[in-house]
């Protein structure tokens, strides 16, 4: 019989811990590394000026070293419990070396003699232990019931012949078995003493732990969508975006995302006072707000802080981690406000959400000159740009002007100006270039309702054959961004056929929008290549496309082969068929047999054997009268 076994759920145990505990460790032991060992590259703690050295500190600070892995409550919790189940998983692997092997039938071990025990000691070993556990002597108690049943068949596979030489040839006194089984639970959960604890313990876990599990995964992950968004946010853009949406109203429209609502409601007066005094610093910028609600109001100004580069002003630890939060989660943010646009069909409106994503990298706000990306430039230093000769209003063009003319730099230091120069390297500076043209046709004509491609090459001149981009130089941005190109198609209407980000680093790349031709005649869309991080270096191009009448075109003529293929049944209508005829089938002999089952319980009166032989007589008349009508006809002929 099934008995339980110790054993065996050592083994079961064992077996279940590991399908947690080996990628827990290897997730917990890659972080380890990672904040100990990994490179700087790896965590985008990349210097190329010495304007980005305070960012990369920061970077290390955040992700090096294992005091950073704790400031995660997640790894806290799931080292908390990896370490509780390793514990048990020792035991268990102690538990299985002492006693290891799984249970099988031995007499010798159940009557707890030795192996060359004689008849003697077998009977007196048998009295004294069936004594023991006899069910009269134990009633309710199953654990004495299951060993008492075991000792009579221990006992009767040492006494009877038969059951002696099963149990030496097969290991089991009924014979020859043809799986040996047994139950892989601990034994105690058959003592008496133990049955009100497991019974909470089972409902506790099958009725409280379980489902708040579920439950708690399902809410938190029922709650967002694409991009790791949550759709109340995606709720609330398709709301207040709209085709006359501003950049000014964006960063209010972002501090009203749902990732927001818990974490900037201000909890103390201190709080309060501190966004009061922010926001005297940053108000003369601001728009006037529509939404009143305390977290939009905060994040507004915490926004409008790091815009205006006002955020080392900001004392507040908690305040300095709620925009460090912000802007984190800020990149994913756009895209969703762009994707919304898109929806929206309002091409001017993802624009604007673009641009709002270039200024919140470099730190920057609607009316700031794009030369302020340039390292250690401020204002002042871009008031001499503005003017005279080797004049630039964006990085491009200062890029072009001579050495010997460019302005800003004469209080800079070698260093500083070193910085400038290495920045103006890798600014990207790149060249467009469309075709467009219908895949696999023969000529470059376009006709209507063809599948048309525009392939947009995009070639980074600013680097080398070979060479990638890199990451975005933000030193105010306090996160890596990698370089990343929006590409989309409009039409002069405003209304958005293709809009796509593309994060291809190489030098030259291609990206292709397809949509269906129009009706005949001429048109002519806008093609954007809008960055993800810079300012001042977007480009747009008109794309024209012709299309012609597609009556005009030869008519297709389907090949025999073809055209036999297609009158073939597929696969799916042979089975149907086939069914179909198999109920058919079975319908007729079904009536068939009702007919003859009729008849027999129910045979035929006289006159209805009268009436038929009548109509069979008819019948023969009619056949007869048309034979002879066609021999007549015939004859005439």
Not at 71 to 88: C, D, H, P, Q, W
Not at 399 to 414: I, T
Not at 444 to 460: F, H, P, S, W
Request: charged residues 30%; aromatic residues 10%; negative net charge.
């Amino acid at each position: 019989m099934l008995q339980y076994d110790n054993s065996a759920f050592y083994f079961f145990a064992l077996s279940f811990l590991t399908i947690y505990l080996v990628p827990s460790w290897i997730s917990i032991l890659s972080r380890v590394y990672v904040a100990l060992f990994a490179k700087d590259e790896a965590i985008g703690a990349i210097k190329r000026t010495t304007a980005e050295q305070k960012k990369v500190d920061e970077l290390k600070k955040d992700s090096k070293g294992l005091g950073t892995l704790f400031k995660s409550r997640g790894f806290v919790i799931n080292l908390g419990i990896t370490l509780f189940l390793s514990i048990i998983f020792i035991w268990l692997a102690l538990s299985v070396s002492s006693d290891g092997e799984v249970n099988s039938f031995d007499p010798y071990h159940i009557l707890e003699i030795d192996p060359a025990s004689d008849m003697k000691a077998i009977k007196k070993a048998y009295r004294s232990m069936s004594l023991q556990y006899h069910p009269d002597k134990n009633p309710g108690n199953r654990v004495a019931e299951s060993k008492f049943m075991m000792i009579s068949k221990a006992y009767e596979s040492l006494t009877d012949e038969q059951a002696r030489e099963n149990y030496e040839k097969y290991g089991n006194p009924d014979g020859k078995q043809s799986l040996e089984v047994s139950i892989g639970l601990p034994d105690f959960l058959l003592d008496t003493d133990n049955r009100n604890l497991v019974l909470m313990v089972y409902l506790v876990i099958m009725v409280g732990v379980i489902p708040f599990c579920v439950w708690s995964y399902y809410s938190d992950s029922s709650k967002f969508g694409e991009k790791d968004v949550m759709y109340d946010t995606y709720s609330w853009y398709h709301h207040t975006l709209n085709e006359h949406t501003l950049i000014k109203s964006l960063p209010e429209i972002l501090s009203g995302s749902a990732e927001f609502r818990k974490r900037n409601v201000p909890k103390t007066a201190k709080d309060k006072e501190d966004i009061g005094q922010l926001m005297s610093l940053v108000k003369t910028q601001m728009q006037k707000p529509k939404f009143n609600h305390p977290v939009c109001v905060k994040g507004n100004v915490l926004m409008h802080a790091h815009l205006l580069r006002q955020s080392e002003k900001v004392t507040n630890p908690m305040l300095v981690d709620d925009l460090k939060y912000m802007l984190s989660v800020s990149t994913s943010l756009v895209d969703a406000m762009i994707s919304v646009c898109q929806h929206q069909d309002s091409i001017q409106t993802a624009q604007h959400c673009i641009e709002f994503g270039q200024l919140v990298t470099q730190a920057m706000w609607v009316k700031d000159s794009p030369l302020l990306q340039l390292p250690h430039f401020t204002t002042e230093e871009i008031k001499h740009c503005d003017t005279g000769k080797g004049k630039a209003s964006n990085v491009s063009e200062y890029r072009q002007v001579p050495e010997e003319h460019k302005k800003g730099m004469a209080n800079f230091s070698e260093e500083q100006k070193a910085d400038v120069a290495e920045y103006l390297k890798m600014f990207p500076d790149i060249t467009v270039e469309t075709k467009v043209y219908v895949d696999d046709d023969e000529d470059d004509k376009v006709y209507e309702g063809d599948l048309c491609n525009v392939a947009v090459t995009i070639t980074r001149n600013n680097l080398e054959k070979g060479e990638k981009a890199g990451l975005v130089h933000a030193p105010h941005f306090p996160f890596p961004k990698q370089e990343a190109w929006w590409i989309f198609l409009g039409t002069k209407e405003g209304k958005i056929i293709s809009i796509e980000k593309v994060g291809n680093p190489d030098r030259v790349f291609k990206h292709d929008i397809k949509f269906l031709a129009p009706r005949q005649g001429d048109y002519e869309f806008d093609l954007y290549v809008m960055s993800n991080a810079y300012v001042g270096i977007d480009q747009k191009q008109k794309v024209k496309l012709t299309t012609m009448d597609n009556s005009a075109l030869p008519e297709y003529k389907i090949h025999p082969a073809d055209a036999e293929l297609d009158d073939e049944p597929t696969l799916f209508e042979e089975m149907l068929n086939a069914n179909i005829e198999q109920d058919s089938d079975d319908d007729d002999s079904d009536d068939e047999e009702e007919t003859s089952a009729k008849d027999a319980i129910a045979p035929k009166s006289g006159a209805d054997l009268k009436k038929e032989q009548l109509k069979k007589a008819r019948q023969q008349t009619d056949d007869s009268d048309s034979d002879s009508e066609a021999e007549e006809v015939y004859a005439d002929k």
